[in-house]
């Protein structure tokens, strides 16, 4: 068992009086956590006494079962591999969750209840809605068909921006990489253009999807999921081409926000 865990199970009687409420993230391997260092410097500015973020490395899913006994647990955030694997611990779903096909943030009431919700869906939201212009005709593409793609899916589908899924894989994507580079035409039809593949992200800042960069103008809104580095390789040269960009920060600190909403209310 990880040793997070083991700390918090066997956490002193005075200690576990000073803690009121235990939040915390599972996943594996958790090496560097925003939602940690996030959650810890909320807590200082906010003055929030009683509060605390710990990081639950679990190399299994079955593991969590543990974290469920931690006492005072509120809830918990839940990263790669498990958000979701660990729908089926949940007693219930809130629209967001239901919507992506995935749980990233597990409320816990008093009752012991588990619900899941999908505080991606509302980072990439509201951050999108506030960047984005108001417009009928913008369509968007989606690059990449993994996890991160659900939630961006979801809301895409939601505020009613039509879409189409780029993959390297025919069978999964509604074009790949290489039509798009070949049918230019297409691409020149859509105006937003979503990162969610993990390419430039770094340490491996050198990596960029492949798509036609030179298409590209001021009509253009480029959004990359990945925040560190704070602009990749697609943002820089989506600027060279006069495009507007934006990283996933604001995303990312949206969603945190949410998680904090959803265990407190």
Do not use: C
């Amino acid at each position: 068992m990880n040793i997070a865990i083991v700390k918090m199970a066997e956490m002193t009687q005075e200690k576990t009086r000073q803690v009121t409420k235990q939040y915390g993230l599972i996943g594996y391997p958790l090496s560097h956590s925003f939602s940690k260092k996030y959650f810890e410097s909320k807590f200082e500015k906010e003055n929030i006494a009683g509060s605390q973020y710990e990081l639950f490395e679990i190399d299994r899913i079955e593991l969590v079962q543990k974290v469920f006994e931690i006492e005072n647990l509120q809830g918990f955030n839940v990263t790669i591999p498990y958000k979701h694997d660990i729908m089926k611990y949940m007693d219930d779903f809130d629209h967001s969750a239901k919507k992506v096909g995935a749980v990233n943030v597990v409320k816990i009431s008093r009752d012991g209840k588990k619900t899941g919700f999908n505080s991606d869906y509302y980072g990439f939201r509201t951050s999108l809605e506030n960047w984005l212009p108001k417009s009928n005709n913008i369509q968007a593409l989606v690059l990449g068909i993994g996890g991160a793609a659900k939630a961006v899916i979801a809301v895409l589908d939601d505020v009613s921006i039509p879409f189409l899924k780029i993959s390297r894989d025919a069978s999964k994507g509604d074009l790949t990489y290489t039509q798009l580079k070949n049918e230019s035409e297409i691409f020149q039809k859509y105006q937003l253009i979503i990162n969610t593949t993990p390419l430039g992200m770094s340490p491996n800042v050198d990596g960029m999807v492949d798509i036609p960069y030179d298409y590209l103008n001021a009509n253009n809104y480029l959004y990359d999921l990945i925040y560190n580095p704070s602009e990749t390789r697609f943002l820089a040269t989506g600027k060279k081409y006069s495009a507007h960009v934006k990283n996933g920060l604001e995303m990312l600190e949206l969603q945190a926000e949410k998680s904090w909403e959803i265990w407190n209310s």
